[in-house]
């Protein structure tokens, strides 16, 4: 039997992987064997020559026919960097864009501007938090404010939770179950920042998605209706009623939807100042608004 080393096993993945259309083959390829020896990507290129167990190169085999059946490599992996943290992620929940980062680019900015969203009793909404990347991070970032974190799928905030307590902020977030704003409509309770990654796919585009996408992430979590507008317009409708005077919403949809989000913000009468905010692209990716004081 064949006696695969580190460089012979990702040069022959890398051209398989390539051969069936696979997205960034070589990547693909290193990151899984990686994962399958526990080490990291670097020192695949410092043990270069090291032959391999059988059993590491059959793991490695299972592995590799997962990402044949386009499946995302976080969800083979189990984890997702965001902010420079490690999430947890599983096909419960959607994984986290590196363009979301824009969201709380903004949130501390926001932070920064009004010296009063760090000072005790702040309430920061993530607004379905799925993996809880969000509420993780803002209770990282906004150190005395309490968090709050809601979604549909209590499958997701399981996952969510176990994220908040890898990170040490659990005790400092509460996570609900519900419909957007519906776990709040009967509390009174009112949020300095609202931040949202909505579902904002286009039901008419879903079936040009990639397969990892459409075949393996939350349909719930993508798909956003017609035009992508359902849940971004039942949001930025209702917003104004959850948000202190003063108070910002911060959402995040696709560059071609910005122009129609302000008109809704508009037509509300609530707000007395509004944003697009570019990704690292350089589209509009993420529109926030201001509740009038």
Known sequence: MKVWTIGELL???????KQKGVEAPRLSAEILLAHQLRLPRIQLYLQYDQPLKDQEVEG?????????????????????????MEFKVNPRVLIPRPETEVLIEQAVSLGRETPSFREEGVQLLDLGTGCGALAVVLAREFEKARIFATDLSEEALE???GNAETHG?????EFKTGDWFAPFAEEGILFHMILSNPPYIPSEAFGALSP????????????????GMA??????????????????ILMEMDPEQTLAAVRIIEE?????EHRRIQDYSRRYRVVMARKKK
């Open 11 to 17: 040069k022959v993945s890398a051209d398989y992987l």
């Open 60 to 84: 490695y085999r299972s592995l590799i026919r997962r990402r044949l059946n386009r499946e995302p490599i976080q969800y083979i992996t189990g984890l997702q960097e965001f902010w420079s």
């Open 159 to 161: 996952v969510a939770r």
């Open 169 to 173: 902020v659990q005790a400092r977030i």
């Open 212 to 227: 990892e996408v459409r075949e393996h992430e939350p349909r719930m979590a993508l798909d956003g209706g017609e035009k």
């Open 231 to 248: 849940d971004i317009h039942r949001i930025l409708r209702d917003a104004g009623g959850f948000l202190h005077p003063g108070g910002w």
């Open 268 to 272: 509300t009468g609530r707000f007395d």
